[in-house]
């Protein structure tokens, strides 16, 4: 676990009522971020009991409509989700394993909204995921069929 998560203010300041159910599945993301919901049920479960899987999918729909949590979906990849929202930082996921990490944004900068033709937009995000091999992937022995 990292960290605590006040679920209970995060879920009355997005106006949202406060369920059990609501406050396992954001401490779970938390506790796991970028997890799969697969991930995400076990951690429910292992905190407090019996969930179904629809619960969990509702309660995820619900805090990503509200942004307490954010979906990721890199291409290739089953939904991810995440607790660390409103600060647009992008994701590197690893080819081999699926691992995703955080990268954060250029501080003070937006290097990545400068397009070279915005084509008359006002653009005010770039979606970008980095691709590449985990540390643990590009230290592992090649083998012939994997
Ligand atoms: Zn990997
Ligand atoms: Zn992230």
Redesign the pocket.
Known sequence: MQGTVDGEALLRGASLRVTRQRLAVLSAVHAHPHADTDTIISAVRAESGAVSHQAVYDVLRALTAAGLLRRIEPQGSVPRYEARVGDNHHHVV??????VADVDCAVGDTPCLTASDDNGFVIDEAEVVYWG??????T?PVTENA
């Open positions: 690893c080819r081999t394993c699926g691992l091999v985990c540390p643990d992937c590009s592992r």
